[in-house]
């Protein structure tokens, strides 16, 4: 199974990957892909950037992988790649390259920060998120196995497509008309694509919803001092409750063939001349 976690800015969607990763990996095998230039999901699993290869340089790997050229346009990937090729537990090639021991059961991506060349190559930052997005729907997964990817905050990495190779986006939110407004946003652009969004209600304080539907909540969380340190061990009873019914929900789901739904973006790509 792979997730995408969502949200808007300061909804607390890193602290939610930080505390799903933790929980999956009691388990099952989980791979958890910080995919925000604030790398705020690599700091809350208290991994230095020393010791990791950063995603955004993986771009020439992810083309020799798909036998590309890499001035090739890569939606070519899909012309002869039908099957999911990468791999994790076991780790694949790439997967040793760019993925780090975080904690037991738990890998670890990362894209990376913004550098000099990301500031004055003139390629757009999306460009260096390019090999997630063409990762994920290659990355086959077991039952016992789950990817859990940490956004930037808002909709625009939904927008650019990102999120083509996950089962599921779950979008963190508070009770508030903005950060509802940010999900919503975020369900238009994901139903074209044929995403499945999900809510994930944070800061609950057990009161009726204003802006959101009860009915479309599949987890609340708490406010937790234990989420101030990432003290796993100290998490609340309350929130642990909230990633058994994240847990539970998911059982009832089963990981698609997402090939097919970059395929389909890559027709309407045609469309746009791009």
Known sequence: MRIAIIGKGGSGKSSISWLLSKYFSATKKVLSIDADYNMDLMHNLDVSEDTITFLKNSEKDIYDTFNLPITENAFKITDNFKDEIFSIFPDDEFAKKYSIQADKNLKLMVLGDHDKETMYSGRCSHSYAK??????????????????????????????????????????????????????????????????????????????????????????????????????????????????NVELFLDDKRQQNNISRLEKWKEKNKNYNL
Request: hydrophobic fraction near 40%.
């Open 131 to 244: 090999s997630i997005k063409f990762y994920l729907p290659y990355l086959k997964t077991k039952d016992d196995q789950i990817v859990i990817v940490d956004s930037v905050a808002g909709t625009d990495m939904v927008n650019y497509g990102l999120y083509l190779g996950v089962d599921a986006i779950f979008c963190v939110v508070e009770d508030t008309k903005n950060s509802v407004m940010v999900m919503n946003s975020a369900k238009k652009i994901a139903e074209e694509y044929g995403i499945p969004v999900y809510t994930l209600l944070n800061k609950s304080n057990d009161k009726q919803t204003k802006y959101i539907n009860e009915d479309d909540i599949v987890a609340k969380f708490y406010f937790d001092h234990a989420f101030a340190d990432y003290e796993f061990e100290n998490i609340s009873e309350n929130n642990l409750k909230a990633c058994k």
